[in-house]
Nanobody, 126 residues
Framework: QVQLVESGGGLVQAGGSLRLSCVVS????????MGWFRQAPGKEREIVAA????????RYTDSVKGRFTISRSNAKNTMYLQMNSLKPEDTAVYYC???????????????????WGQGTQVTVSS
């Protein structure tokens, strides 16, 4: 039922910033924990950041801590990933995902997320 629509990807130079958006359609974002994943060429898909359904709890993979910020607007039914100080190794397809389970701590395993967006390409040049 729920649909996730991503936007904001593109090409940026190292050190630059991008802001990804994920709009939750046909659903209410407050009913889901939300996550951002990415997959670089030749690598496994990995968790980037996750935001709990309630309580404002966040989790980040070590490589993006201090550079990326996950957030949501319940009023706009939208999740965001603010990416600063981008590095070439951040180049990947980024996916948003939604987890309908009622858990305090957001999941980091992709199998925990029932709904996925189509992905948006982020390319960081050196």
């Amino acid at each position: 039922q729920v649909q996730l629509v991503e936007s904001g990807g593109g090409l940026v130079q190292a050190g630059g910033s991008l802001r990804l958006s994920c709009v939750v359609s046909e659903g209410t974002i407050g009913n889901y924990a939300m996550g951002w994943f990415r997959q670089a060429p030749g690598k496994e898909r990995e968790i980037v950041a996750a935001l709990s359904r309630s309580g404002g709890n966040t989790r980040y993979t070590d490589s993006v801590k201090g550079r990326f910020t996950i957030s949501r607007s319940n009023a706009k039914n939208t999740m965001y990933l603010q990416m600063n100080s981008l590095k070439p190794e951040d180049t990947a397809v980024y996916y948003c995902a939604a987890d309908p389970r009622s858990t305090l701590v957001p999941a980091t395993r992709q199998t925990s997320y029932a709904y996925w967006g189509q992905g948006t390409q982020v390319t960081v040049s050196s």
